[in-house]
């Protein structure tokens, strides 16, 4: 099944801002929203913002969730240390009928 | 305390088969969807299944189709994978998570190596 599209790693620097993007079709991000995960190395992953857009309790406000047609962003402001990690994004595929998943992007905060 | 625990991981030859096994607990287990996703060492995530709360729909990866089952017990608070006809590419950490809008919780996971 075709995923969806993150670039491999982003570096920032501390306290500055990290954008990082997903890019679907018409049949997941279009139309079903993104779900977005961060995963330290050695750990489960955890949910960040769900396809709603919204932080599910204890999440952060420095993390926020926007979606434009098929591509969707994670912004993650005044970055600190442990911010850093990978962060995939996920989508219901409805003509697939399945989950894919975005290759994940490395978090770099220098 | 909300809970997902998993087992049954282990080294099989490849060809085997395998189950494997996922505990809830702390929530009210046969009101969520269930998924299984998987990752390769070093690698990132794959979902691999999906079933509904009620048992109404399953659906797989193309990777896994034909090869592995996910099923339920509502009354146990269990989900089930069973893995049969394993191959080197099986190879790695499987997950279960809940899914409300997105995968909401995780256990720590499960490993399983096919190797011969």
């Known amino acids: 099944q075709a995923g969806l599209t993150q670039p491999p790693s982003v570096s920032k620097g501390l306290r500055q801002t990290a954008t990082l993007t997903c890019t679907g079709n018409?049949?997941?991000?279009?139309?079903?929203?993104v779900a977005w995960l961060q995963q330290h190395q050695g750990h489960p992953p955890k949910l960040l913002s769900n396809?709603?857009?919204n932080r599910p309790a204890g999440i952060s406000e420095r993390i926020s969730a926007s979606r434009s047609g098929n591509t969707a962003s994670l912004t993650i402001t005044g970055l600190q240390a442990e911010d850093e990690a990978d962060y995939y994004c996920?989508?219901?595929?409805?003509?697939?009928?399945?989950?894919?998943f975005g290759g994940g992007t490395k978090l770099i905060v220098l | 305390q909300v809970q997902l625990v998993e087992s049954g991981g282990d080294v099989v030859q490849p060809g085997r088969s395998l189950r494997l096994s996922c505990a809830a607990s702390?929530?009210?287990?046969?009101?969520?969807?269930m998924n299984w996703v998987r990752q390769a060492p070093g690698k990132g995530l794959e979902w691999v299944a999906v079933m509904s709360h009620d048992g109404g729909y399953r659906h797989y990866a193309d990777s896994v189709k034909g090869r592995f089952t996910i099923s339920r017990d509502n009354s146990k608070g269990t989900l089930s994978l069973q893995m049969n006809s394993l191959g080197a590419d099986d190879t790695g950490v499987y997950y279960c998570?809940?899914?409300?809008?997105?995968?909401?919780?995780w256990g720590q996971g499960t490993l399983v190596t096919v190797s011969s």
């Open positions: 396809r709603k857009n």
């Open positions: 998570a809940s899914e409300i809008d997105g995968f909401d919780m």
């Open positions: 018409r049949n997941n991000v279009g139309d079903q929203g």
């Open positions: 996920s989508a219901w595929d409805r003509s697939l009928s399945a989950w894919v």
């Open positions: 702390g929530f009210m287990f046969s009101t969520y969807i």
